[in-house]
């Protein structure tokens, strides 16, 4: 199993910076495996056998074949090669690869492409789909129910907040330690001495 795989569309290459990672041993940055996925729609490379479609390529020295570096690829799938079908789907990129070369023929969702990854993938379609005007009214809905969304998260933080502030001036009055307190309710102890005032 490819991972993590970084799709891109154009002909330049990234590095995302999430890949780096340091290493506080060494101070050294360690780049993680790096794949160029590129789909090939209408073209094949020379000299490919008819049904092979997944093209793994790595940088060799061109005198001695000696691998450059392993942790990077390009992973070339030539879509005009894959002919698969539904029958014949027995892996997940089988079915990513059929579900991407044949979103545009589906008039409802296959129930051999389910699970929470085809539901985003269908849910992306679809919005892709919308006109400007639904989009727009799609949108609009989605950020209201965020703000509600938030507003209810904020009210629920706010009463959690309150309850504690409640349990540590109870706590307060009857001269508990402010470490039990500080304890007991995650409050700072400057919290709690404010409390006192």
Not at 17 to 45: D, P, Q, T
Not at 49 to 61: G, H, K, T
Not at 121 to 135: G, P, V
Request: aromatic residues 14%; contains cysteine; proline residues 4%.
């Amino acid at each position: 199993m490819l991972q993590p795989i970084h799709l891109t569309f154009s002909p330049c290459f990234k590095v995302p910076f999430g890949l780096l990672k340091k290493s506080y041993s060494s101070e050294a940055y360690n780049i993680s495996e790096v794949y160029l996925l590129a789909f090939l729609k209408n073209f094949n490379l020379p000299d490919t056998p008819r049904f092979e479609y997944l093209q793994d390529i790595c940088l060799a020295n061109r005198h001695t074949g000696k691998i450059f570096y392993d942790k990077l690829s390009f992973i070339f799938i030539e879509m005009l090669n894959f002919v698969k079908k539904p029958h014949e789907l027995h892996t997940e990129l089988d079915k990513w690869l059929y579900a991407l070369k044949h979103l545009t023929e589906f008039k409802q969702r296959p129930a051999y492409l389910s699970g929470p990854e085809f539901d985003q993938f269908f849910a992306l379609a679809k919005y892709a789909n919308l006109t400007k005007e639904e989009r727009d009214m799609y949108n609009t809905s989605l950020k209201q129910k965020w703000d509600s969304k938030n507003v209810l998260d904020y009210a629920v933080e706010e009463a959690k907040h309150k309850k504690v502030i409640e349990v540590a001036t109870a706590l307060l009055a009857k001269n508990i330690d402010l470490n039990i307190i500080s304890e007991a309710t995650g409050l700072s102890q400057e919290e709690i001495q404010s409390l006192q005032k």
